[in-house]
């Protein structure tokens, strides 16, 4: 009899110790789980790859942009909803009058004064009849074509006397800084020179209707 509850006691101890070993195994099997699925798995503040993520919307620039005093787009074009404002109007014609002053003032003998050609679609039909004579005026200050006559204009300061946009007139005041080479593009000289330009609207646009040098 002592004999079987000595045999009993070991069984139940073995149980036990079994039961103990199996919890243990779960417990550290339990940890390890958690503990490779906290390092695998995205966190709460992961990004979402089934979120719809909200893309910008792209506004093309309206026209209004276009118009602003400080763009180098010419628009002398009046709003169809209301006019516009003064300043725009003077530097849209001051922009005008620069550029053709720089292109009117810079050419060589050696290209012919074929800058002048390509300025006649901002002058008026009167302006655009004095070219020729002005060309020929400028070949017999210079009629020999061997020796090598270019200047090079650059406008520095705008100042405009008048415009009346109702009536379509202007009038402007350029000073320029030129640099004239003679007998080599190496050699040169800079001279400053003011000029007056006389401008009407036709059709909604400016056009020179006479140069002056000052």
């Known amino acids: 009899m002592a004999e079987t509850l000595q045999v009993q006691n070991k069984k139940s101890k073995r149980l036990l110790w079994l039961i103990l070993l199996i919890l243990f195994l779960f417990i550290i099997a339990a940890i390890i789980y958690l503990v490779l699925n906290y390092y695998q798995a995205p966190q709460e503040d992961d990004i979402n790859l089934n979120q719809t993520v909200p893309v910008p919307e792209i506004i093309p620039p309206g026209i209004d942009e276009f118009n602003q005093p400080s763009s180098s787009i010419l628009l002398d074009i009046e709003a169809e909803n209301g006019e516009v404002s003064e300043p725009v109007k003077e530097n849209g014609i001051l922009l005008v009058s620069t550029a053709f002053v720089e292109r009117f003032g810079s050419y060589s003998n050696q290209s012919d004064y074929t800058n002048l050609d390509d300025l ?95």
């Open 120 to 214: 006649e679609i901002f002058m008026t039909e009167n302006m655009k009849n004095w070219i020729p004579t002005y060309k020929k005026q400028l070949q017999l200050e210079n009629p020999d074509f061997n020796i090598y006559y270019a200047i090079n204009t650059e406008a520095i300061s705008t100042q405009i006397n008048s415009m009346d946009d109702e009536a379509g007139t202007a009038n402007i005041l350029i000073k320029t800084q030129r640099q004239e080479f003679e007998n080599s593009p190496n050699n040169s000289k800079v001279i400053y020179q003011d000029i007056i330009l006389d401008l009407v609207k036709i059709d909604n646009q400016w056009k020179v209707k006479g140069a002056f040098w000052q």
